[in-house]
């Protein structure tokens, strides 16, 4: 009977979902971007922002941040921000006022970087405590979003590094390795180990779960991202796909495949809802930052 | 007057229950009946033909239906769907009279038990051991868990309960209340002999309230070469009976409150590790969590070197299960993974090479064991562009994948009809 009541739940989950996987989500190839302005390869891209028509690729393997223009046609090479400070970007974040936070993957601090590319000061959290470890972070205006895997916990800062509010993580959760906001304030994170999502809705003092856990859907499910539609995107990295959820964990879907044309994944390391319906992917293991239409 | 009818009614009822009980049919699993058997056969007619079972009904302990004579309460004396004419199939058959001997709940239960494999462990006919089990005491354990039983015998440092039987604090069938088929749960197994309140054992442990701890974090409880039978790999403080380096005082309110918490208590010792940790580009995520070390290292003892948790590949599947599982349902196992030894090429605290590589590049990894330098290859390394990426150059996860595929060498694609036509399109056939 305690065997069952897992599947049991999974079950219910998948008959009260059956009705919205009608609105299943197609993800369109646009095209990618390989390469800076200068026609510098990218390297290891794990972190993928966008604000406005800008976009940041936190360019790991080359210890830089490599800006773009992001249009309707996909990413037009703009910049490159590269600071003694920041050697390894493993994630980044843009706020409304166009800043650019970089979370380094070396010192695990977050960086604060004006859109002209001058580094201006490390966001510290204050205001709680113990010392935070940043395993990843999400904008929405200017609110920061800091998932504190050290703490358990995720911080709501202000972009000096004030914390205004905190999110608990239950213990039950396996490793949180994701966080993204929606438009609503929402939070919601991605457990790579118990393959399972988590949310906050705005006001919530801890993370609820959203799905049961999905082994059948997931393999090492890493990433995660929110549209303004209320669709949720989640990368397997290993499993080489991107899982469609609605806002109340409804599955939507599992698209894409492992492979190294475009159109197929490998590696997914970090995921954006941009504007315009798009889904921009940064693949570490093929080196580009792909551009996915979602409707 | 009354008595009369009194009797009369009496006779009335004995006369109804009479000739209903000759009326009523055969009463079920009564061979005789069954079998319509002959008067006295049942008991004799089978040791007819079956008579090296005469020696069998004279062993010390016999099931009490071959006792009996009811051979068909088992087997079936004409034909069955089932090896040795068994009326079940043989892992049911048992509980058609024992019901099953797994409490509900259970918190454990001895595989062979969950398989209905009884006969494992007894003989269904008789033996000379009580419960009619295949061997004598441990003896039979031994025979499965044998490993167990070698270093149980090679154990300098005896737990006595143990040598004497297993059944001293494990049930054979199921545990409702604890773990390993464990009568109860540590301490209270434990402490229904080791009196907590004898001077001794106050003394061993350094006067730390540890009555409320899992004796086994520290203890093996099946002996050991080590002094208080204290697991193979152990963390030096313990050894020193230095507690305090991580604890509070012993005889303090806080006598086991950590002095820090999670890294940052291993960091006072473990500097060099955490100075690494701190001057690679990726880190293993879990070592910077809440449980930091912890979610790895027993921080007392362990039965596994580096006072890992749990064997290796175990410990890593935990969170990684989709390796585990690649590996598992692979065409061609990869040894490193197989055998569970993922420190071959992965760094478990922090790499500068994706995914934290033991090793400065994949060349370097696959090359401590694959000596694809030595002669010709392939052409890979820095200067060969995929053909299917430009942004990419060939290396060896190019073509394969360490953890498993269903393909021949761990590649991604099937290498006779289109592993090489993934770049070589021109010669597709």
Known sequence: MPRRAPSLLVL??????AALAAEAVHLKPLGSAYV???????????????????????????????????????????????????????????????????????????????????FSGWLEPSGVEGTPGVRSLAAAGDTVYILDVTGGRILLSEPNGAVRATIAMPPEVGFASDLAVDGKGDVYVVDS????????????????????????????????????????????????????????????????????????????????AAPGGLLLVAER???????FGTR | MATTARRLALGLLLGLLASAAAAAPPAKGDPNAKFKLKPGASGKLCLECHTGFQDTLKLPFVHTPVKAGDCADCHDPHASEHGKLLEEEPERICAKCHGSMVPDKAKSAHAPVLQGKCVQCHDPHASPQKAMLKSAGSALCFTCHQELGTAIQAATHKH?????????????????PA?????????????????????????????????????????????????????????????????????????TPDALKLKRAGADLCRGCHSDTFNMIQSKNQVHWPVTDRKACGNCHSPHASRTAKLLAAPQGQLCGSCHQDAVKRQETSLVKHPPVESGDCVTCHDPHASNATPLLAGADQFEVCGNCHDWKTHSTHPIGDKVVDQRNKNLTLDCSSCHRTHGTPKAHLAHFDPKQDLCVQCHADLTR
């Open chain 1, 285 to 291: 293991g093929n080196n580009r930052v792909q551009v």
């Open chain 1, 36 to 118: 800076d302005a200068k026609g510098g390869g990218l390297r290891l891209p794990q972190g993928v922002a966008v604000s406005g028509d800008l976009a940041a690729v936190a360019d790991a393997g080359n210890g830089r941040i490599v800006t773009y223009a992001l249009t309707a046609e996909g990413l037009s090479p703009r910049g490159e921000i590269a600071v003694s400070q920041v050697t390894y970007p493993i994630a980044v974040a843009i706020l409304a006022s166009k800043e650019i936070l970089a979370l380094d993957g070396k010192t695990r601090r977050i960086a604060r970087l004006t859109a002209d590319g001058t």
């Open chain 1, 12 to 17: 219910a989950w998948l008959v009260a979902t």
């Open chain 1, 193 to 272: 180990v118990g393959r399972r999502l988590w949310v906050a809705r705005k006001g919530d003092a801890a993370l609820t779960p959203l799905t049961p856990p999905l082994p059948e859907d997931f393999e090492f499910p890493t990433a995660i991202a929110a549209d303004a539609d209320g669709r949720l995107f989640v990368a397997d990295r290993d499993g080489g796909g991107i899982v469609i959820f609605g806002r109340d964990g409804s599955f939507r879907g599992r698209q894409l495949a492992m492979g190294w044309k475009e159109g197929f994944l490998r590696y997914p390391a970090a995921l954006c």
């Open chain 2, 160 to 176: 006595i309960p143990v040598d004497r039987s297993c059944l001293g604090c494990h049930d054979p069938h199921a545990s409702a």
């Open chain 2, 179 to 251: 773990r390993a088929l464990l009568k109860k749960a540590p301490p209270a197994l434990c402490l229904d002999c080791h009196k907590q309140d004898a001077p001794n054992f106050a003394r061993k442990h350094l006067g730390y309230p540890v009555t409320g701890a899992d004796c086994t974090s520290c203890h093996d409880p099946h002996g050991s070469a080590n002094n208080g039978i204290l697991w193979a790999s152990v963390h030096p403080p313990v050894i020193k009976g230095m507690c305090n380096q991580c604890h509070g005082a012993a005889g």
